[in-house]
Nanobody, 115 residues
């Protein structure tokens, strides 16, 4: 079982920045971030493999950057130029190599973008 622990959420003004972090209990192939806004479905934000391959939702390209430190089993999400529509609970997720779905999830961290 993989444990994921997120940190770094909070309240920020539009145009501001936040960095989320997520530590995994073991080394795992792919890690990423999903988000869920009130009354909306959970959606992909960004993912990154242990080799550095990345994938981003179109809505965050150019504003968000995902990175990871394999030695620390940690993934980061640097969020810049934040918009009110980025407000959501952000979940760290992970999957093993060969798995189609992200099956491991953190508890979530709230990000609120508001003036």
């Amino acid at each position: 079982q993989v444990q994921l622990v997120e940190s770094g959420g909070g309240l920020v003004q539009p145009g501001g920045s936040l960095q989320l972090s997520c530590v995994a209990s073991i080394s795992i192939y792919s890690m990423g971030w999903y988000r869920q806004a009130p009354e909306k479905q959970r959606e992909l934000v960004a993912t990154i493999t242990s080799g550095g391959g990345t994938n981003y939702a179109d809505s965050v390209k150019g504003r968000f950057t995902i990175s990871r430190d394999n030695a620390k089993n940690t993934v980061y999400l640097q969020m810049n130029s934040l918009k009110p529509e980025d407000t959501a609970v952000y979940y760290c997720s992970a999957r093993n190599y060969g798995d189609a779905l992200y099956s491991y999830w953190g508890q979530g961290t709230q990000v609120t973008v508001s003036s």
